[in-house]
């Protein structure tokens, strides 16, 4: 995690007495002194090493560091200039990170209210945030008012784990007009998760990278 940490607001005591005055990041060193939970990382770009909130527990279950890293090195050459749809966006790290790399706009969809507090405090703390829209809503809500606009060059979801959310997603995607033949979808899963059904919804996936407990599937629309 390269060292970096959060102090959570209770904590801010902690940071002062250890002669810091900026809240995102210190030494591991003070980590069992201050009790902080190591958190999250832009990896690279205009953000590159700033920390990112997120939310304690697994409601919003980010994406590791390391597995980030190996989702954008495979996006790497498609990123610069992109529309990103970030679905069940957590913290916004997945967003955070493609705005950082140089996509031109991302939109940031997440239900849960305090998350989506974290989502905008992580955007204005990376300077991020003129480049992106937050969604509060749920996911199929925001993709029928998102229907008929732009076409989005790549969509990422990141759904509970399964629960078979990504079915009712991928259905609404096909009949949005947001995507196309050529925007590239990323759903990231449990290992164990039986995607079979893709296919039948006139998907192809072209890729699939498996991790410890997860994979990334990713996907076109059939032409």
């Not at 970096?4 to 990041?25: E, F, H, M």
């Not at 003129?130 to 199929?140: C, F, G, N, P, Y």
């Amino acid at each position: 995690m390269n060292g970096l940490l959060v102090l959570q607001a209770s904590q801010s005591s902690c940071y002062r007495k250890a002669g810091l005055d900026i809240w995102p990041a210190i030494p591991l060193a003070l980590e069992n002194a201050c009790g902080m939970e190591i958190i999250m990382r832009v990896i690279a770009g205009k953000a590159k090493s700033l920390p990112l909130k997120t939310l304690e527990g697994l409601d919003t279950r980010p994406t590791t560091d390391k597995i980030k890293e190996t989702l954008f090195n495979i996006l790497q050459t498609d990123i610069y200039g992109c529309r990103f749809l970030d679905l069940y966006s957590g913290s916004g790290a997945i967003g955070i990170e493609a705005l950082s790399r140089g996509a031109k706009e991302a939109v940031l969809v997440e239900n849960n209210k305090a998350a989506c507090a974290y989502i905008k405090q992580n955007l204005k703390f990376t300077h991020l945030e003129e480049d992106a829209i937050v969604m509060e809503q749920d996911v199929l809500s925001a993709i029928n008012r998102l229907a008929g606009q732009e076409v989005f060059d790549i969509v990422y979801m990141d759904p509970p784990y399964n629960n078979d959310f990504e079915r009712d997603v991928l259905a609404a995607l096909n009949n949005s007009g947001i995507i196309d033949k050529y925007t590239i979808i990323i759903i990231e899963e449990s290992l164990e998760a039986d995607m079979s059904y893709i296919e039948d919804l006139g998907y192809t996936v072209y890729k699939t990278k498996n991790y410890k407990t997860n994979k990334h599937l990713f996907l076109n629309l059939n032409e």
